[in-house]
């Protein structure tokens, strides 16, 4: 049985569904391309860089579920396959033949910096449409990528 969310529109409802899906395909994409960068990071201050991409990869992966439950909510389908997500995902496909941190921290800025737009598109197409709560999930994953590309650039100083 559906859960019936009072006050949103069947628009505002398929438009959150697509946004979260979206994003929620990119967000998983990230999410393996930190782990890829974890797994192979080498260089000076490597122990510092291998435990920012820790931080930043369990970051992403707080607002993942949070994306999938609201689009349960919506009574969608959040779609996480491997498979779908290669084909949904508009992240940049990852290198796999770099191990200097900062050649690492430099691939994953420019993702998160994708990222970080396409959340704040998606904030203000759900708020259009009529739907605060997954425009504020939105917001605040949009607040840690910020934060977390932050840490990042700090990093290349």
Known sequence: M??????????????SISELNGR?????????????AHWNVKGRNFIAVHELFDTIHDNLRGHIDVMAERVQQLDGVAIGTVQKVAGASGVAEYPTDMTKAEDHIKALCERYRDHGEKLRSAIDATDEAGDADTADI????SR???KDLWFMESHLE
Not at 138 to 141: Q, V, Y
Request: glycine share 2%; no cysteine; hydrophobic share 55%.
């Open 2 to 15: 559906a859960v019936e969310l009072k006050g949103l529109s069947d628009n505002a409802r398929k438009t």
């Open 138 to 141: 939105f917001t605040a994953a």
């Open 144 to 146: 840690s990528v910020d």
């Open 24 to 36: 929620l395909a990119d967000s998983i994409a990230l999410v393996l391309a930190v782990k890829q």
